[in-house]
T-cell receptor
Framework: SAVISQKPSRDICQRGTSLTIQCQVD?????MFWYRQQPGQSLTLIAT?????????ESGFVIDKFPISRPNLTFSTLTVSNMSPEDSSIYLC??????????????FGAGTRLSVL | AQSVTQLDSHVSVSEGTPVLLRCNYS??????LFWYVQHPNKGLQLLLK??????LVKGINGFEAEFKKSETSFHLTKPSAHMSDAAEYFC????????????FGRGTSLIVHP
């Protein structure tokens, strides 16, 4: 299993500023994922972050807007840059780790609820 | 390619009555399928998963789901709803033989009336 701590849990930010979200895992994991959940919507994958390499971004997401760091196997950050009200969402950190049996499953942090004014 | 469709955006039941949340999937490979629950202001919690073992999967809190390949379905059920079951439920598909990245359904909001 994996326990994920995500900070901050929520924030209210001004347009044009940036916010960095931290994700800490209680065990070493190879892959970490960042998702966005817009109001009333499902989860959309932003990027996959492996330690020691640049993050891989999904279509519609770019590094300049959502820079990601992955300095070690237990930690990652996602920055939401030059924010606008459209960035108001829940941002979730996720890792893939062993579950019961031999299958990996995804574990999620509690999310960061971001409101941009 | 993989996709998942949750057929209902909202399901409303009375406490003590059965719950049915519907999910259909498409996948090029033998998929892994999951149901996650998200309570208000909380992260996602895994309810149950199917990974090519028994087709009837039992999860936490009395939930279970049946994998039906012929119908490409993985519906979530519970015999008797409890008020604490009110939450958002996500069906998720992952192709172990293709992209490992899971695809989430749009979610079904379960409303439980007293």
């Amino acid at each position: 299993s994996a326990v994920i701590s995500q900070k901050p849990s929520r924030d209210i930010c001004q347009r044009g500023t940036s916010l960095t979200i931290q994700c800490q895992v209680d065990s070493q994991v190879t892959m970490m994922f960042w998702y966005r959940q817009q109001p009333g919507q499902s989860l959309t994958l932003i990027a996959t972050a492996n330690q020691g390499s640049e993050a891989t971004y999904e279509s519609g997401f770019v590094i300049d807007k959502f820079p990601i760091s992955r300095p070690n196997l237990t930690f990652s950050t996602l920055t939401v840059s030059n924010m606008s009200p459209e960035d108001s969402s829940i941002y979730l950190c996720s890792v893939e780790a062993p579950g019961q049996g031999f299958q990996n499953i995804q574990y999620f942090g509690a999310g960061t609820r971001l409101s941009v004014l | 390619a993989q996709s998942v469709t949750q057929l209902d955006s909202h399901v409303s039941v009375s406490e003590g009555t059965p719950v049915l949340l519907r999910c259909n999937y498409s996948s090029s490979y033998s998929p892994s399928l999951f149901w996650y629950v998200q309570h208000p202001n909380k992260g996602l919690q895994l309810l149950l998963k199917y990974t090519s073992a028994a087709t009837l999967v039992k999860g936490i809190n009395g939930f279970e789901a049946e994998f039906k390949k012929s119908e490409t379905s993985f519906h979530l059920t519970k015999p008797s709803a409890h008020m604490s079951d009110a939450a958002e439920y996500f069906c998720v598909v992952s192709d172990p033989g293709g992209s490992y990245i899971p695809t989430f359904g749009r979610g079904t909001s379960l409303i439980v009336h007293p």
